[in-house]
């Protein structure tokens, strides 16, 4: 199922460094349920401002951005929303051609909120990685009040040592052994917490998009 494409239809689409088809999989379903006149695309790509350029000439509507280009998507947007500002790391712009401005904003701090608020019993949270995911987790978790451990790629063998711990993965690896005891929140797609986290930030960015709230 597709709205009729037109001269009309809004563009949005996601750069990455090795696309996939979540997002198209989400958004583009999503705006016919709601009979919005907007298309969804993945698109590869190398270099992060040489995409945002090419999406500002050919007038696209707003994107998503995901590794490895979050930080680096923080420096070339004019306008921060919040969640940008507390965590540094930007994964959805939209493209303000009356202003001439890129806005950022970052539904990852958004969705972070989401799945921490069943965990808050937990005084401490153990951040693995140091990527622009990380950045907005780290950002959202010291909001929410927990103390944070980040356990980057140098100090990975102190996993090993957790027990009875709250542990949130924001990195791509994958099958990390831990002691069962601790809690395992994983950000990867395919995993329980992955696509949960995904689908958070995916409404939270189709609310941005379009002004909808998207209701389940």
């Known amino acids: 199922m597709s709205q009729p494409i037109n001269k009309d239809t809004k563009i949005y689409c996601s750069f ?17 349920k709601y009979n919005i006149n907007a298309i ?30 979050k930080k680096r998507a923080f420096e070339l947007v004019d306008e921060k929303d919040i969640s940008v500002i507390n965590s540094e790391s930007v994964n959805t712009i939209m493209f303000d051609y009356d202003s001439n401005k890129l806005k950022g904003y970052n539904t990852d701090y958004y969705a972070t909120e989401k799945l921490l608020e069943n965990y808050i019993e937990y005084k401490t949270i153990y951040i693995l990685g140091n990527g622009g995911l990380s950045s907005s987790v780290k950002a959202k978790s010291k909001e ?7 356990i980057t790629r140098n100090d990975w063998y102190k996993i090993q040592e957790l027990k009875n711990s709250l542990i949130f993965n924001c990195t791509p690896i994958t099958n990390i052994l831990l002691n069962k005891s601790n809690t395992f929140i994983d950000c990867i797609i395919g995993t329980f917490t992955g696509d949960l986290f995904h689908q ?17």
Do not use: W
């Open 16 to 32: 990455s460094k090795n696309a996939g088809n979540k997002g198209c999989q989400f958004f583009n379903p999503a705006f016919y």
């Open 40 to 69: 969804y695309k993945s698109f590869s790509v190398d270099n992060i401002d040489d995409a945002l350029n090419c999406a500002k000439f050919l007038k696209f509507n707003g994107c998503a951005i995901a590794m490895p280009f």
């Open 144 to 150: 929410m009040g927990f103390y944070i451990v980040n």
């Open 200 to 216: 958070h930030q995916s409404r939270k960015q189709f609310e941005i998009y379009t002004g909808i709230k998207y209701e389940l």
